[in-house]
Each structure stands twice: as C-alpha cells, then as structure tokens.
C-alpha cells in the first residue's frame, strides 16, 4: 500500500523559511511524480509544485516561482519542498501527492491526476 507522511510544518514569521519532506513508501514502480498541494481556510486545495522520478523535472505555481525549491531524494523516496521568503499567504495545510505515470505540462496542477496523498501538514506564516 502506498503511503505518503508530510512532515516539517510549522510556525514561522515572514520572510522565513521551511522545508517540508515527504516520506513516500510502500511501491516499487520507477515512473511517478510527486506534486505538493495547499489548502488555506476557505479555499481551493492548488497546486505548488511537482517533480517528475524520471528525469527530474520541476514545476511551479508562478505565486511560488523564486520562492521555493522541489527537489528529491531518490534512495530515500523522499521529496522536499524548500520554502525561503515565506509570506502570510502562503499559510496553508500543505500536502504531498502521487501520480502514476510522471505528468506533462499543466497536468501537474489538476488534483484528480493524482492517485494517492498524504495527511497534510500545517504551515502558518505570521506577519
């Protein structure tokens, strides 16, 4: 069974950082991405960012473009999502997801392109 387990949220004021990790598990398929995903209060989970197993390749929400790093760690199946020059808000419960096969484009964005997720992890950035 695949698992994902976030980790690394907390409190921090703006203009700080965090890096969030995401522990996946529980496969042995090579040709997957994982995308990180918010949520704030009142509003639409979207998307943040995603890196592709295959070749490494990024994506990012242009409101996080500068901002935040995805990188992964392949021997450890885990990803990580640097977030320098936090702003109020980015104040969000941030989850990780998976997608099989690796995603193309703006596919990256769409929440129904994912099979599983993680239970989210709460950044708060106060101003």
């Known amino acids: 069974e695949v698992q994902l387990v976030e980790s690394g949220g907390g409190l921090v004021q703006a203009g700080g950082s965090l890096r969030l990790s995401c522990a996946a598990s529980?496969?042995?398929?090579?040709?997957?991405?994982i995308g990180w995903f918010r949520q704030a209060p009142g509003k639409e989970r979207e998307g943040v960012s995603c890196?592709?197993?295959?070749?490494?390749?990024?994506y990012y929400a242009d409101s996080v473009k500068g901002r935040f790093t995805i990188s992964s760690d392949n021997a450890k199946n885990t990803v990580y999502l640097q977030m320098n020059s936090l702003k109020p808000e980015d104040t969000a419960v941030y989850y990780c997801a998976l997608s099989r096969p690796v995603l193309y484009g703006s596919s990256w964005e769409r929440i129904y392109e994912y099979d599983y997720w993680g239970q989210g992890t709460q950044v708060t950035v106060s101003s």
């Open positions: 890196i592709s197993s295959s070749d490494g390749s990024t």
């Open positions: 529980g496969f042995t398929f090579d040709d997957y991405a």
